[in-house]
């Protein structure tokens, strides 16, 4: 959250990133999130377009560049393959592809029900020259190993992670799949 951004930052050395940050500029704009209260704040990055806080295509684009302009990175999220090539034209630090009937699913990952979509997603990636993240129901090591193996740079996950009852140790499991 936002909101904890700040107090995350003084507590953790390496990079925080937050949930969202808004296209706009210093002014009236109660309710929205400042993207230079952001970096003032030491937040690194922000992901945008996630399948529960979708954009329209013109908020996302000018979002992308009054990040760009401020440095701040991004990870712009894709339901399909279609929205991964538009998302890729406005060339985000980082993309995502989660397909959204696996969002939040602690049963089923992508990399075990979707690989061969993993597979074409990283191409894609890969020619627009942006690395890729996958997620959706990541959760074992496993699934991180098989992700990687396919072309991605990473993975997202939340629900393993907030929902584990020892999330350190849930935390740990899954970075264990990026050794092979």
């Known amino acids: ?56 295509f013109e908020i996302l684009k000018l ?18 393959l279609e929205e991964l090539k538009e998302i890729l034209k406005l060339t985000p630090t980082y993309a995502s592809y989660e397909p959204v009937e696996l969002v939040g699913s602690v049963t089923t990952s992508v990399a075990e029900a979707k690989p061969e979509i993993i597979a074409l997603a990283s191409e894609i990636s890969n020619e627009a020259s942006i690395p890729l993240i996958v997620g959706a129901g990541i959760h074992s090591k496993k699934d991180v190993s098989v992700s990687i193996s396919l072309g991605a740079t990473g993975i997202a996950v939340a629900t393993n992670i907030v929902k584990a009852l020892d999330p ?13």
């Open 1 to 56: 959250q936002v909101v904890d951004a700040v107090s995350v930052v003084k507590s953790f050395q390496s990079e925080v990133w937050v949930q969202h940050v808004d296209p706009i500029e210093y002014g009236a704009h109660t309710g929205w999130v400042l993207p230079e209260a952001l970096v003032a704040a030491g937040i690194r990055g922000t992901f945008l377009n996630h399948s529960e806080h979708k954009l329209s």
């Open 63 to 80: 979002t992308v560049e009054r990040c760009r302009a401020l440095e701040l990175k991004t990870l712009v999220f894709a339901s399909n």
């Open 168 to 180: 350190k140790t849930a935390l740990m499991d899954l970075a264990e799949g990026f050794g092979g």
